[in-house]
């Protein structure tokens, strides 16, 4: 902040100089002391002459006093000039008082509305990230170093800048920032830069798939025109690949297109080892995507809907207190214990006070295709989020509950908040 203070208090000063300085240098004032003297003077001296000319019989007296009237007004007019220039010389003070004030009131406008933060942190910030970013730019598939989310927020505006610089042009700046908008949640920017890259790298299919992320995150983990287009685009140049048919599993599955999503998890099966997690989880994804697809052809069970309903009581440890201020988010909400891990049912309250007691039922769907009745087995958590976004970040608070068969009929359960996102 001394920077800053020290160079707009300078750049204040030589611009009072330069607007009140030739005010000041102007010779007027000497001038109009000049002139009025000579001005009286010569009135006298014209006066003598008259009065001499008539004394003498050249002018009569008619004569005489229009010529002294004619003298006395010329003289005059003379004064009023001076009066003008004399005014004009205290309109410098005013000039010289306004000038200060408007350069004073812009400095502190400055301050208080476009001026963000201390400069020399600010140096520093860029000082201490730079190298981050330019190792981030050089890796062969521009992922975000683990460093980076130590202070993502950082790490993005000192990339932002490094791609502003760039003028907005090199594919590997911009992919890498549409991915670190992406982790901050925000969706849109994220998008908007990744169709920046797109123009500039338009073969690259890492920065089409992540287009097709975002705008499926967007849309609250479903298809949208634009992410189907987008990744029917990648796997036909590219029809093994795993990133683009395990985001399409998920998203078609959260879109209630149950087939789909089977379809492109079994592609995605026969193309790892089968006796690995992955193909577990695969296996398990298919299944129920197998099982809502036979669901969503047969009638409700109306008893089904009547037992998923889990009273959940929600407290926070007490070492956690202090984390949290009444402007977070609590948000409840219960998910598959196996599969895709798209809520079935959440609420949302304020994490103001503890303890919170609320249900989840069929009346909290955050899909209508997608409920909890239409699942066994769930696990509930509770997460308390300081952006207020549902999607977790590092930071945020949560906890969890054991896995619960909703088929024992209406369920109780307390979770305590006793964990922190990393």
Avoid at 77 to 104: F, H, K, M, P, Y
Avoid at 158 to 167: D, K, P, S, T, Y
Avoid at 358 to 372: E, T
Wanted: charge should be negative; charged fraction near 20%; aromatic fraction near 8%.
């Amino acid at each position: 902040m001394t920077v800053f203070w020290v160079l707009g208090i300078s750049l204040a000063l030589l611009v009072l100089l330069a607007t009140v300085l030739p005010l000041w240098t102007r010779r007027d004032h000497h001038n109009r002391l000049s002139q009025e003297a000579v001005n009286t003077r010569i009135f006298r001296e014209r006066l003598q002459e008259l009065d001499t000319e008539r004394a003498e019989g050249h002018i009569d007296e008619r004569q005489y006093e229009q010529l002294r009237m004619e003298l006395e007004r010329t003289l005059l007019d003379d004064i009023a000039e001076g009066e003008a220039s004399a005014q004009a010389s205290g309109g410098r003070w005013w000039a010289s008082a306004l000038t200060l004030v408007i350069l004073c009131g812009a400095l502190v406008y400055y301050y208080q509305t476009a001026y963000r933060g201390d400069t020399d942190a600010w140096m520093q910030t860029q000082a201490e990230w730079a190298p981050v970013v330019d190792y981030a730019i050089r890796q062969p598939h521009n992922d975000l170093p683990e460093i980076a989310y130590t202070n993502l927020l950082d790490f993005t505006r000192v990339l932002q800048l490094r791609a502003l610089r760039e003028g907005m042009r090199e594919p590997d700046s911009l992919f890498l920032l549409g991915t670190s908008f992406m982790q901050l949640n925000a969706y849109e920017t994220a998008q908007i830069i990744l169709e920046q890259a797109q123009q500039y790298a338009p073969d690259r299919v890492d920065i089409l798939l992540a287009r097709a992320q975002a705008s499926i995150m967007d849309n609250n983990g479903r298809l949208t025109d634009t992410s189907r287009h987008q990744l029917e685009v990648v796997l036909q140049r590219r029809p093994e690949h795993r990133g683009a048919l395990m985001l399409l599993g998920f998203a078609a599955y959260n879109s209630g297109e149950y087939a789909r999503a089977a379809q492109a998890w079994r592609q995605l099966y026969d193309q790892v080892p089968a006796d690995s997690e992955v193909a577990e989880l695969i296996a398990n994804n298919i299944a129920q995507a197998e099982s809502m697809l036979e669901r969503s052809t047969s009638e409700p069970d109306d008893s089904a809907n009547a037992a998923a309903s889990i009273n959940v009581t929600v407290d926070l440890a007490p070492e956690l207190y202090e984390r949290i201020t009444p402007e977070d988010t609590l948000f409840i909400f219960a998910r598959p214990a196996s599969g895709p891990l798209m809520p079935l049912a959440a609420v949302q309250h304020s994490a103001s006070e503890f303890p919170v007691s609320v249900v989840l039922n069929d009346g909290q769907a955050v899909l209508p295709d997608l409920k909890l009745s239409d699942f066994s087995d769930v696990v509930v958590s509770a997460r308390i989020s300081r952006s207020g976004q549902a999607t977790a970040s590092a930071g945020d608070l949560e906890g969890n509950s054991d896995p619960l068969d909703t088929r024992n009929g209406p369920l109780s359960v307390q979770i305590t908040v006793d964990q922190i996102v990393q």
